[in-house]
């Protein structure tokens, strides 16, 4: 629990509304995110920008891409951290400043690298050479200038899971950081492409200081290069990946992460420089939950299961990475606890959400799975024809469905039989 979804004489609330009587209103599966929260989230940044004023956070859709959300952060003044067209159509509709978009991504199709230069994105991450061309290709075409930083990979170990860490020479992400400044010597020469600044993303859920700090040092030795060779940078972008605590994992502040590399940039004398930050999961993955239903108790010889109506389609994280999240019962009841394993309906053993908790439940109770606001909704699925689950947003005494969930027809509507 948090101070944000909290017991009230047995009952878990979030805010001030109880989520007994969310599940109620809404109906289950159902991502429940508080406002405050989620403010309280943008604050750790606020407090960073606050300090040096020449930051720009730049909020990665993909963590969680529902228009409120953006919105939200949009007032908040953030900027956006986009990986597709997609998500560039979301942060526009959601009220996001163009001027503070950064487009990062392995390959950028042709109509995305039109839609950011009409759009007038401040920045794309390019991350190879033959991006890098297609890009200045496009440019040329539309008469316009694109801006570019690379995204270089440092080659650091972020000590995260290996599906998620993208630093390492072995990933597909980045340009190899000894052959980068060949590229921005080349960059330079294009007459369409304006160069803006550098960019590195280690990976993500990183609860340690260091392989920021390691990345820094490696964009400061290529600063360096640069500026012998006449190049000049406005912005460093050092990536998003601060972890959130899931279970008891120690969690850096944002601002800590942002001392070291200030103080890193201050000593090689580029303080002119503006830090970009591209955080997803520190902003919104402990601002929501996902709320279920209990179906059946199921116990059988080894295990006791309690199925429930939330499945690996709502969250793959448990299945795909092994993660854990915490499980909470909506009621706290005097009734004997057990050892459950907490599955789906979906016809696949991967189809579970938590394993081995001890719970005091019976069928028929709620259940909330914590830290679902990341890569919660945003990675879900329609597998085994489930409709996506719905979206509220809660704020004090009110809650705003601000994702209705998908109906049958929807998830049918764009098929055809061949007569
Ligand atoms: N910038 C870039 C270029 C990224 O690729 C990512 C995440 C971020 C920023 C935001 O990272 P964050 O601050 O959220 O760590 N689905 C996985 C996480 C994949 C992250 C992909 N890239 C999960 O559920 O753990």
Known sequence: ASPFFHYHQNQLFVENCSIKALAQQYGTPLFVYSKAALVHQWHTYQKVIDTYPNTLICYAVKANSNLAILNLFAKLGAGFDLVSGGELFRVLKAGGDPAKVIFSGVAKQVWEIEAALDAGIKCFNVESIPELDLIAQVAQRLGKKAPISLRVNPDVDAKTHPYISTGLKENKFGIDINVAAAIYQKALDNPFLEIKGVDCHIGSQITEVAPFVDAADKVIALLQQLKEKGIALSHIDMGGGLGIRYLDEEVVEPLEM???????????????????????????????????????????????????????????????????HGVLPVLIQDIPKQTYDIVGPICETGDWLAKQRELAIQSGDYLVVESTGAYGFSMASQYNTRPRAAEILVDGEQSYLIRERETLAQLVALEHIVE
């Open 258 to 324: 942002v001392r070291k590399i200030k103080d890193k940039l201050h000593k090689a004398g580029f303080d002119n420089l503006q830090l970009v930050l591209e955080p997803g999961r520190s902003l919104v993955g402990n601002t929501g939950v996902l709320l279920t239903q209990v179906q059946f108790i199921k116990p059988t010889e080894a295990r006791c299961f309690a199925i429930v109506d939330a499945a690996m389609n709502d969250l793959i994280r448990p299945t795909l990475y092994d993660a854990y």
